[in-house]
Every structure is written in structure tokens, then in C-alpha cells.
């Protein structure tokens, strides 16, 4: 199994890591391997920023099994680079995970949890139009807020 971690901590919030399992075969990332980096990298940082939500004694380790991007990736005949287009049909992000919330050595809160918007294109999102983890950002805050009742910063 191979995997990615990245983790940040400190006095004033929760101690979050986030691990890939095999990140090769996820469903939906770039082809390029220095933007599928990028991506797992701003995914890590997104749900670091998260845990400085929870309190200072918690800590949460999350695995994520799989990612599939909101859009599809297609070949752009002017570059090199694929561009990702939205359609807002079949091709709806979704990030399978699994979460362990400890305090004190103890157990709080564990779980499997499959993410997924449909409607990604249809609502309103706050992250701006550039970000290209503006729809995955939106689904992880919605889950994290329905998991640990705490919304993103």
C-alpha cells in the first residue's frame, strides 16, 4: 500500500493527518503527476484547516481511499495540459474515506463515509472561480459539518 501523509498540529486546534491509499489508482485525478500532487496536497491542507475546529485535545486521522473530481478530463489540442470540464451530468465529485476522531487515547467518533455532490454545479459555492478544488471544498465542508458540527473556517 502506498500512501501520501501529510500532517499539521498545533497548540490552538486539533491534530488532523490525512493519508492516501494508493493515490494511483483513485478513479479521477490529472494525469500530470505534479498537479495530481498539487491536488492531494490541497485536499491535506483543506481538511487540516477544518480540524481547527475541533478542539485543541482531539485528533483525526483520515484515509482517503479514493477521489473522483468534479468534471472529466479532456485533451486540449493547443497544450499539452488536459483541461477539466464541467457538465453537471454524470461526472459529480466524490471522495471515499475513512475517519478516526480520538481524545486521550480514546475512540470518539470512527467511520467510512462515501462523499458525493450531484447537484455540484447547481448550488451556490463560496470558494472562488479559479480554485480548482472549489466543488470537492464545498463537499468536505458539508460533510465535516454534519460529522463533527463544525463548519469551515
Given at each position: 500500500?502506498?500512501a501520501?501523509?501529510l500532517?499539521?498540529s498545533?497548540?490552538?486546534?486539533?491534530?488532523?493527518s490525512v493519508?492516501?491509499?494508493?493515490p494511483q489508482?483513485?478513479?479521477?485525478?490529472?494525469?500530470a503527476?505534479?498537479?495530481r500532487?498539487?491536488?492531494?496536497k490541497?485536499?491535506?491542507?483543506?481538511f487540516?484547516?477544518l480540524?481547527?475546529?475541533?478542539p485543541?485535545?482531539?485528533?483525526?486521522?483520515i484515509?482517503?481511499?479514493?477521489v473522483?473530481l468534479?468534471?472529466?478530463?479532456?485533451?486540449?489540442?493547443?497544450?499539452?495540459?488536459e483541461i477539466?470540464v464541467?457538465?453537471?451530468?454524470a461526472?459529480?465529485p466524490h471522495?471515499?474515506?475513512?475517519?478516526?476522531?480520538?481524545s486521550g487515547?480514546?475512540?470518539?467518533r470512527?467511520g467510512?463515509?462515501?462523499?458525493?455532490?450531484?447537484?455540484?454545479?447547481?448550488?451556490?459555492?463560496?470558494?472562488?472561480?479559479?480554485?480548482?478544488?472549489?466543488?470537492e471544498k464545498?463537499?468536505i465542508?458539508?460533510?465535516?459539518?454534519?460529522q463533527?458540527?463544525?463548519?469551515a473556517?
Amino acid at each position: 500500500m502506498t500512501a501520501l501523509s501529510l500532517a499539521a498540529s498545533g497548540a490552538a486546534w486539533a491534530d488532523v493527518s490525512v493519508s492516501y491509499s494508493a493515490p494511483q489508482q483513485f478513479s479521477d485525478l490529472p494525469t500530470a503527476q505534479s498537479v495530481r500532487e498539487q491536488v492531494l496536497k490541497g485536499l491535506s491542507e483543506h481538511f487540516q484547516s477544518l480540524g481547527k475546529k475541533l478542539p485543541a485535545d482531539q485528533h483525526l486521522s483520515i484515509e482517503v481511499s479514493d477521489v473522483d473530481l468534479a468534471g472529466r478530463e479532456e485533451p486540449n489540442s493547443r497544450t499539452v495540459n488536459e483541461i477539466r470540464v464541467m457538465r453537471g451530468g454524470a461526472d459529480w465529485p466524490h471522495i471515499s474515506l475513512r475517519y478516526t476522531l480520538e481524545s486521550g487515547g480514546k475512540v470518539l467518533r470512527s467511520g467510512k463515509d462515501e462523499l458525493s455532490d450531484m447537484s455540484y454545479l447547481n448550488r451556490i459555492n463560496g470558494y472562488a472561480s479559479g480554485d480548482r478544488l472549489r466543488y470537492e471544498k464545498k463537499m468536505i465542508d458539508e460533510w465535516f459539518a454534519k460529522q463533527f458540527g463544525a463548519k469551515a473556517p
